[in-house]
């Protein structure tokens, strides 16, 4: 794909005083500094004289001021997430914030360099895009350049002026046959190839620009798409040449409203500012507005594509394998296959980063404020081709290390003095070569025994620790699993209860265990609870459990030492026995009230008793609101959305659960918390214990056996069997120059360094933002060494050392090259998720377009071949990522929508803080698979096709997943032989109520797509809740919010009015 050029977007607001000093727009006069914060009084784009040209731009693109210092990279080392200045409040006067449907016209766009008077006349002809009229317009302002003077065919055209609009308005609606207004696409240019593409059109938006409908403008006949071209898009771009009537484009049929934007509040803050009263003159309202070719819809296809991305990708690796022997290598994109082979840097499963090229200056990081950071997945599931990590055990002397800086002995510890001496990597140390460790050096200065050893060879290796890395110098007890039962009324009305016990009876007996070993030595326990908890005796020796009653949970105490924890295997006919009686035990039960707090603690007095760490499994069904410690009470307030007050939603009760999070961690405590409500529960606060143990939080909504059953069972099977460590520490080192400053994810921080988890699992990451102390050196590189303390399934304290070394450079260029989208991402989502819980929502969406349109603008200005401002140019290796910080921003926790359920939004933002890249990528950018192209004949599935309503067809069936739900879409014109072979029926009007299972039917194609459902389900972290759509039923609705190309259900653009915005912004920027 070549750099790409964008389309006009909705008229978005202007930026706000605040950072770095950027003039705002085309004022002669210069203003006071402008960043690009959406949400502050617009700008307005002036009319075009109504023969469709344009005056020149007003100012060379040259000699732009330098870019500013801004609070990404500031000198009192704030950092994103991190502390309050770094999301700073909105100025007062904001009026509105991105997201809505505005009614604002453009902001002044940034000029390009004057052309020749003819070659400008011909450009601005073939480029005259109408504006979704929001109104009338202002009269404009009288020209401020000797370029407007030129004689143009038809009247002068008018300089653009700024013109300040009151927020709050309401604007008169527009008929669709009023001129257009000049959009930023008229001085965009495309940067790279010509574009014999179609034009950008596009009607008067009556309503939210949905996929489908167009922007009204002249065809780009000969612009281009600038900067380095993009790999494999050297071509123009296709597309038929422009036919149609001139001027706009009706709305098509369905859509309501007024020709402008209706107006909606409290979708992202307020009312969007509507035309100031009382300046001179409006838009002639002449329908033959446009001179000049006839419009046609800009073509999707033209702007930069995620699936391509991918599939590019794809093709490139096509399944082969990848080294780790060089220093900085950018590795193969998450959603690729490919094997790795370890050669002395840490396989991208373990660890991805942000860019692999390293800045070397704190002034170069603070210029490009493209974040650093490293995700580690220290666990991370391995393919059957990757080679399993290899454990090196050095007896009682145990590893080797840097006497300084601790740091472990690795590939990038330099042996001297013929192999007495090393010098370390990371602090440059020199430290003596224990005499048992001592081994001659090669004619190139390695150790013979290089390729012997895995922590002088591999990236990444285990070592057997002593007993000084063990709690009190004694080994550690196999891990336990605590089953905690809620039997209040509804959980055993629901059946819920039975499912439970059913499926305990055989997934016990699949309990994780280590490679060869015969039986799990992990133990289990078993408690259930309304208002009061029971405690169950499975010793061996028992013909019947026994049962103990607590009822005083202020003081929770575990009434029985022996026969609580037990081996599985020894008890396994007691605990049967057990599983056999509860249901009916609680049968006539009407108790609906729970406690919450004590469960946990009681988890925590067990493994205190018994010496071990552990895992709870806690199911649980409503607010706990019986007299206990940790009683919380319904503060779901609806009026709070879109206010200052908002954060409070996602931010934990304190108190009771931060002790108990503590508690948990010092003894290994992990909580994994399976919610089944009818309503709300506070899930902020039920997840924090969860968030900060390594744990996890499922929650089925409204749960029924027969539609939820299936979803539940497969998370729970998944939850008990992934391999998992327990009581672990985590620390990262780096080399001089730079060290590990901000943590994210399911931890526990007691100081700056040491990263505490009461367990970690194969799907849990952590994001590490990475800042400079002092200056870098190009040739040693920097270096990142992840080492993690655990204890195993089994019970053997082992260290997991993961090490990466990266490149560093003074060319920006380098930096931008080597930038890896996908965990560009992950770091934004969880430091924007983190913020959320300080800072008003919009400020962090502002923010996140900000740095968004400044890592743009400085890779424009100091990395891109000279071309026009209104060229859009993107990093090759960034040219997706504003449809991903678009998608973030639409997420549910970062809208303002009362239509949300909190406790889904706390759910979403508990969820995210603890993903690695390959989940961020996916619950960000879905993959919507088309299965009616599918040839059952052959294993390959069908490209995926761009998350948008136009890539729908009404014969088609697609699949939709994104780690978290999937559905099966089936269009209303189906072929009747597919339903026929997926349902076994005539057709789809025979198809009844929602449907979460596709029916066993003895066809080719329900085999194939059955396979290939399982197969996602169980290659996802989560089993994912599956769902039969039809389309335009009701419940299509909801897989509709996971097309993220286009409009936001709840609020939010489509990803081709934020390229535009953030163009804007861009060009903003560079003035």
């Known amino acids: 794909m070549s750099q790409q050029g964008y389309v006009a977007a909705p008229p978005y607001s202007q930026a706000q005083p605040g950072m770095g000093g950027y003039q705002g727009g085309f004022n002669p006069n210069p203003t006071q500094p402008h960043y690009g914060h959406y949400g502050g009084p617009p700008q307005a784009f002036n009319a075009p004289p109504p023969t469709g040209m344009m005056k020149a731009p007003v100012s060379s693109a040259a000699g732009m001021p330098p870019l500013p210092v801004s609070t990404q990279y500031n000198p009192n080392g704030q950092q994103n997430g991190a502390h309050a200045q770094r999301y700073p409040a909105p100025p007062a006067a904001s009026a509105a914030a991105y997201g809505q449907p505005p009614q604002s016209p453009y902001n002044s766009m940034a000029p390009a360099a004057p052309p020749p008077a003819q070659q400008l006349t011909n450009q601005m002809g073939a480029m005259n895009l109408g504006n979704y009229a929001p109104g009338p317009m202002q009269s404009p302002l009288p020209p401020t350049s000797p370029m407007a003077q030129q004689p143009f065919q038809g009247p002068p055209p008018p300089a653009m002026g700024q013109q300040q609009m009151h927020p709050g308005v309401q604007s008169p609606h527009m008929s669709p046959q009023m001129s257009p207004l000049q959009s930023p696409m008229a001085n965009m240019q495309m940067a ?141 994109l998450v959603t690729t296959d490919f094997t790795v082979q370890d050669q002395g840097n840490a396989s991208p499963r373990f660890i991805r980063c942000t860019t692999y090229t390293l800045p070397c200056t704190q002034d170069l990081a603070k210029q490009c404020q493209v974040p650093l950071a490293a995700i580690i997945k220290p666990f991370a599931r391995l393919p059957k081709n990757d080679t399993p990590l290899y454990v090196v055990n050095h007896g009682d002397a145990g590893p080797i290390r840097c006497n300084r800086c601790k740091a472990y002995m690795c590939p990038y510890m330099q042996f001297i003095d013929g192999g007495r001496r090393f010098q370390c990597g990371f602090c440059n140390c020199v430290n003596e070569v224990p005499a048992n460790y001592f081994q001659h050096l090669d004619h190139m200065g390695r150790r013979v025994d290089f390729h012997e050893r895995p922590e002088l060879s591999l990236g990444s290796y285990e070592f057997t620790a002593t007993l000084e890395y063990c709690k009190n110098n004694k080994p550690p007890n196999a891990p336990a699993y605590i089953f905690m039962i809620d039997v209040s009324y509804n959980n055993i009305k629901s059946g819920l209860v039975k499912l439970i016990c059913d499926e305990l009876k055989t997934l016990l007996d699949n309990l994780p265990r280590e490679e060869g070993v015969e039986s799990s030595a992990v133990k289990v326990g078993f408690v259930t609870y309304n208002k009061v908890l029971h405690f169950y005796n499975v010793k061996s020796a028992l013909a019947q459990p026994q049962m103990m009653v607590v009822s005083d949970t202020a003081e929770m105490f575990v009434p029985l030492l022996d026969g609580f924890l037990v081996n599985y295997q020894d008890s396994k006919a007691v605990i049967s026995n057990l599983l056999e009686q509860i249901p009916d035990m609680f049968a006539d039960t009407n108790e609906s009230e729970t406690v919450f707090a004590p469960v946990i603690q009681a988890g925590v007095e067990a493994f205190k008793a018994a010496e071990c760490s552990g895992k709870l499994f806690i199911f649980h069904s409503s607010i706990p609101t019986a007299e206990a410690p940790g009683k919380l009470k319904n503060r779901d307030d609806k009026k709070l959305v879109n206010t200052d007050k908002e954060k409070t939603l996602f931010q934990p009760q304190k108190g009771v659960y931060e002790q108990l999070s503590k508690d948990c961690v010092a003894q290994g405590c992990c909580v994994d918390l399976f919610l089944f409500p009818s309503q709300y529960v506070d899930l902020a606060t039920l997840g924090d214990v969860p968030s900060h143990t390594g744990g996890s939080v499922y929650k089925y909504n409204n749960f029924q056996v027969e539609a939820d059953g299936e979803h539940f069972l497969r998370d729970l099977r998944k939850d008990v069997q992934k391999s998992i460590g327990f009581d672990a520490i985590m620390r990262v080192r780096t080399s001089t120059g730079f060290r590990a400053t901000e943590f994210f994810g399911a931890i526990h921080m007691n100081n700056t360094t040491d990263i505490e988890m009461a367990a970690v699992d194969c799907d849990k990451a952590l994001t590490v933002e990475l800042k400079h102390d002092d200056t870098l050196s190009e040739e040693s590189g920097a270096l990142i060494q992840c080492a993690l303390l655990y204890t195993t399934i089994s019970g053997q304290r082992r260290l997991r050392v993961h090490n990466l070394s990266l490149n560093c450079s003074n060319q920006l260029s380098e930096l931008y090259k080597n930038c890896e989208t996908d965990s560009l991402v992950n770091f934004f989502a969880k430091s924007a998720y983190r913020a959320i819980l300080n800072q008003p929502l919009k400020s962090v969406r502002e923010i996140l377009v900000n740095q968004t349109a400044h890592m743009l603008a400085c890779y424009r200005k100091n990395c891109a071949s000279p071309s026009t401002a209104g060229q859009l140019i993107l990093p090759d290796a960034m040219k997706v990522f504003p449809v991903y910080m678009n998608s973030l921003m639409k997420s549910s926790p970062l809208v303002g929508s009362t239509e949300l359920s909190t406790d889904d939004r706390a759910l979403h933002r508990l969820a995210v803080m603890a993903m690695g890249v390959e989940d961020t990528q996916l619950l960000l950018y879905p993959r919507l698979i088309p299965l009616h192209t599918l040839d059952v004949s052959i294993e390959t599935l069908p490209t995926p096709v761009r998350c948008s309503e136009e890539r729908l067809t009404d014969s088609g069936v697609f699949l939709l997943e994104n780690g978290q739900a999937m559905f099966l879409w089936l269009g209303q014109a189906c072929a009747p032989d597919i339903i026929q072979s997926l349902f076994n029926m005539p057709s789809l009007a025979h198809l009844q109520g929602t449907m979460c299972t596709l029916p066993e039917v003895d066809s080719p194609l329900s085999k194939r797509i059955r396979s290939i459902i399982s197969d996602l389900l169980e290659k996802r972290p989560n089993s994912m809740k599956f769902q039969i759509v039809r389309q335009r039923d009701k419940p299509e609705m909801v897989f509709r919010q996971f097309l993220v190309e286009d409009k936001g259900l709840h609020g939010g653009a489509s990803y081709m009015d934020f390229l535009c915005y953030v163009h804007r912004e861009i060009r903003q920027l560079l003035t």
């Open 192 to 332: 790279g190839p010509p574009m014999a593409g179609p034009p950008m059109a596009g009607p008067p938006m009556a309503g939210p620009p949905m996929g489908g409908q167009q922007m009204g403008g002249q065809p780009m006949g000969g612009q281009q798409m600038g900067g380095q071209p993009m790999g494999g898009m050297g071509r123009p771009f296709p597309g038929p040449p422009p036919t149609g009537p001139g001027g706009f484009q009706q709305p098509g049929p369905g859509v309501a409203g007024p020709a402008g934007y209706p107006q909606q509040a409290g979708q992202f803050g307020g009312q969007m500012p509507g035309p100031q009263p009382g300046m001179p003159g409006a838009f002639p309202g002449a329908p033959g507005g446009l001179a000049g070719p006839p419009q046609k819809k800009l073509d999707p296809d033209s702007i930069p594509s995620t699936t391509q991305v991918i599939a590019d990708d794809q093709a490139k690796q096509d399944g082969g394998v990848f080294s780790t022997n060089m220093r900085g290598q950018l590795p193969p």
